[in-house]
């Protein structure tokens, strides 16, 4: 266990909401999701006690109080350090699970930057897509790497990966000006 996760405390939330309407449990499940806490059980979840979690907490605490429910929050820390070690290291995994997803979701960009070249579908409106896309890899990775407190096996991995999905995106936006500016074989 590395000292950092020796010294980090942990936040526990404890929620609870009506089960009707559900559109409110759904909606405070959704923003601790969003920021990485760890699910303990019916209502019951973690996160390390860092700034990087507060705004999603709070956001999390105000939607549970104006859905008439009850959001209590604790400080933590492992009574022994295979406590502590114990819940970096499922936080870990969760992290690792998303870096999983990421590196799938990059494949995916790969292959559909691929096939659009293989089909020589150089517009500006693909490329206008393509960009976009590229975009939502870059946020989804900023964010990872803000709630990547102790740092998952696959995070470097996934940095090259990006900058892998960045460099194809730019040699297909190459491709595309080369189509726009090339004169019609029968005008030459």
């Known amino acids: 266990m590395t000292d950092e996760e020796r010294r980090v405390r942990w936040l526990i939330l404890v929620i609870k909401l009506a089960a009707e309407p559900s559109k409110h449990r759904v909606a405070v499940w959704r923003e601790l999701r969003k920021i990485g ?98 975009e939502r890899l870059r946020r989804w990775h900023r964010d990872l790497t803000a709630r990547d407190v102790f740092g998952a096996p696959d995070a470097a991995e996934a940095g090259e990966r990006l900058k892998q999905c960045a460099a194809a995106c730019e040699d297909y936006a190459e491709q595309v000006f080369r189509a726009l500016h090339e004169t019609p074989e029968e005008d030459r």
């Open 37 to 134: 806490a760890l699910s303990l059980g019916q209502g019951l979840w973690a996160v390390p006690d860092v700034p990087v979690f507060a705004d999603g907490v709070r956001r999390a605490i105000e939607l549970t109080e104006r859905a008439q429910g009850e959001a209590v929050a604790l400080e933590a820390a492992g009574r022994e350090p295979a406590d502590a070690a114990r819940f970096a290291a499922m936080f870990t995994a969760a992290r690792q699970a998303d870096w999983a997803e990421f590196l799938a979701d990059c494949g995916k960009y790969e292959a559909e930057l691929a096939k659009e070249i293989r089909n020589a579908k150089f517009t500006l409106a693909e490329l206008e897509e393509e960009e976009q896309s590229l």
